[in-house]
């Protein structure tokens, strides 16, 4: 029903920046709260941020706060994760996913779609 598709990782330095883009297809995306997670090698998978469908709310993990900001375009069917500020240990695979989440949008299991993830690698 829904497919996601992220880009926009790479190789950056230590302070610099990227944007990371997540594409989707399929019906009624404007209502999906939309959320971004990461996983380092041989650590689990954490949340990140999230925004709600309407735009109006996103949320952050307290390691990003003040570095990464989340928006959407809900017109092209596109969140992003503006990451600023990147440190060594944002090195991981970001995905994103997308689901009818409540109060536990920080939780893996309240979305229901995943993208294939994008790699994200910072140099010291």
């Known amino acids: 029903q829904v497919q996601l598709v992220e880009s926009g990782g790479g190789l950056v330095q230590a302070g610099g920046s990227l944007r990371l883009s997540c594409a989707a297809s399929?019906?009624?995306?404007?209502?999906?709260?939309m959320g971004w997670f990461r996983q380092a090698p041989g650590k689990e998978r954490e949340f990140v941020a999230a925004?709600?469908?309407?735009?109006?709310?996103?949320y952050y993990a307290d390691s990003v706060k003040g570095r990464f900001t989340a928006s959407r375009d809900n017109a092209k069917n596109t969140v992003y994760l503006q990451m600023n500020s990147l440190k060594p240990e944002d090195t991981a695979v970001y995905y994103c996913?997308?689901?009818?989440?409540?109060?536990?949008?920080?939780?893996?299991?309240?979305?229901?779609?995943w993208g294939q993830g994008t790699q994200v690698t910072v140099s010291s």
């Open positions: 996913a997308a689901g009818y989440t409540g109060s536990y949008y920080y939780t893996m299991s309240e979305y229901d779609y």
């Open positions: 399929g019906h009624t995306f404007s209502y999906y709260t």
């Open positions: 925004i709600s469908w309407s735009a109006n709310n996103a």
